[in-house]
């Protein structure tokens, strides 16, 4: 049974950092891409970004790029979100993915979410 649990989420202020893990089981995690998602309340869950499985290449969706980056530890078959200069727009439920279904940006596996507010 795969799973994904994700850590790390918490209340902060704007413009602190925070740093969101997703550990796996029951996989190969090696051998899958992952990502983030976000769903802030009453929108829809939208893309952060991703990052291939041998943790060589990334990509980030607009709004977050130059702010989060995501790394990976494959031994530890564990996958980071680090966020810096946060804003009131990032609090939202994060989730993160791994195993990409073909040309589509849409995951196999999920986790449960973790929350992530930021206040003023």
């Known amino acids: 049974q795969v799973q994904l649990v994700e850590s790390g989420g918490g209340l902060v202020q704007a413009g602190d950092s925070l740093r969101l893990s997703c550990t796996a089981s029951?996989?190969?995690?090696?051998?899958?891409?992952a990502a983030w998602f976000r769903r802030a309340p009453g929108k829809e869950r939208e893309f952060v970004g991703s990052i291939n499985r041998s943790g060589t290449a990334t990509d980030y969706a607009p709004s977050v790029k130059g702010r989060f980056i995501i790394s990976r530890d494959n031994a530890k078959k564990t996958v980071y979100l680090q966020m810096i200069s946060l804003k009131l727009e990032d609090t939202a439920v994060y989730y993160c993915?791994?195993?990409?279904?073909?040309?589509?940006?849409?995951?196999?596996?999920w986790g449960q979410g973790t929350q992530v507010t930021v206040s003023s």
């Open positions: 993915a791994a195993g990409q279904k073909p040309a589509v940006r849409d995951y196999y596996f």
């Open positions: 029951g996989l190969m995690f090696g051998s899958v891409d």
